[in-house]
């Protein structure tokens, strides 16, 4: 199978997992290369997601690498071969690629966990909540940017409406839930969404409210995304550049400590939805 330039977040992921093996390992690459019976530059480019392997091959490069972590080998086999194509690609050409990625990962996800200060959750907006925020970005976006962002927006929101969807817990400051977007009628209909999905069973949602005073993590948006094995999990960031992802494990351990932190001062979910039923009485 030929290489590929353009490998996803996915396949660069899985070839950053093997990398890391192969350092815990304490082999060099072509200490490792030479053990795998292959090229170091073939080694290279699957450590970057640019050569696709197979099951197998993911099982022999392991047992070179004395792992023995099965429920990590599971993971890892169940990301390899040639991407599977999802509806997000359609938009590759039109986005940039972190959204696109971003979307995969969260198809990929077995558990979802964000936190944001001043916006409401990506997945939990309305389609006129969100045309509202799109139409404040600098540089602008044109009209047609505006809804090709939109309805990659709105399918990213199907992974909460299947079959088997990812546990998802959703931490906003008060903030959020004020600040008028699209006007007065479309925060009410954003705050009226948030009430009926707070209501699925797979969909926690908790306020920080503004009598908490400070929290960990104010000002910073955090999309935890859990993967089939911890050591797969990814935080994403947004950023006025773009998304950045991270993997490492101190970080990864850092965030989850955060989301744990600002937990312990959001309300429950209940008495989230009375403050969200105050606030919208209140418009």
């Known amino acids: 199978m030929p290489p590929t330039n353009t490998p996803t977040l996915r396949q660069r992921r899985l070839g950053i997992e093997l990398r890391k093996l192969r350092e815990n390992a304490g082999l060099t690459s072509t200490e490792a290369a030479s053990s795998l019976g292959l090229q170091q530059s073939r080694l290279s480019m699957i450590e970057a997601g640019r050569y696709p392997v197979g099951a197998d091959r993911v099982r022999a490069i392991a047992r070179t690498y004395d792992c023995a972590n099965e429920s990590l080998l599971d993971a890892l086999t169940s990301m390899t071969g040639r991407r599977t194509r999802g509806w997000w690609d359609e938009y590759r050409d039109q986005l940039p690629a972190d959204l696109v990625d971003l979307a ?25 909540h969100t045309r509202a925020m799109l139409r404040e970005a600098v540089p602008a976006f044109r ?4 809804e090709h962002r939109l309805s990659h927006r709105i ?3 199907t992974v909460l409406h299947r079959t088997s969807p990812p546990p ?8 959020a839930l004020r600040i008028r977007y699209g006007g007065t009628a479309t925060s009410r209909a954003q705050l009226a969404h948030l009430l009926t999905l707070s209501e699925e069973d797979h969909i926690t949602l908790r306020v920080i409210p503004y009598a908490c005073g400070g929290f960990p993590g ?7 995304v859990h993967g089939s094995d911890p050591h797969l999990d990814t935080v994403q960031l947004d950023t006025h550049h773009g ?8 970080q990864l351990e850092k965030y989850r400590t955060i989301l744990d932190r600002m937990e312990t001062v959001a309300l429950k979910p209940a008495p989230t939805r009375d403050l969200v039923n105050d606030i919208l009485r209140s418009l």
């Open 104 to 128: 995969e990962l969260e198809h990929h996800s077995s558990e979802l966990r964000v936190s944001l200060t001043i916006h409401i959750p990506a997945l939990l907006q309305t389609p006129d």
């Open 143 to 146: 009209a047609y940017e505006i």
């Open 155 to 157: 399918k990213r929101q």
């Open 218 to 224: 104010n000002g910073q948006s955090i999309n935890y």
């Open 168 to 175: 998802y817990t959703a931490l906003l400051h008060e903030a």
């Open 243 to 250: 998304c950045d992802f991270l993997d490492a494990q101190a």
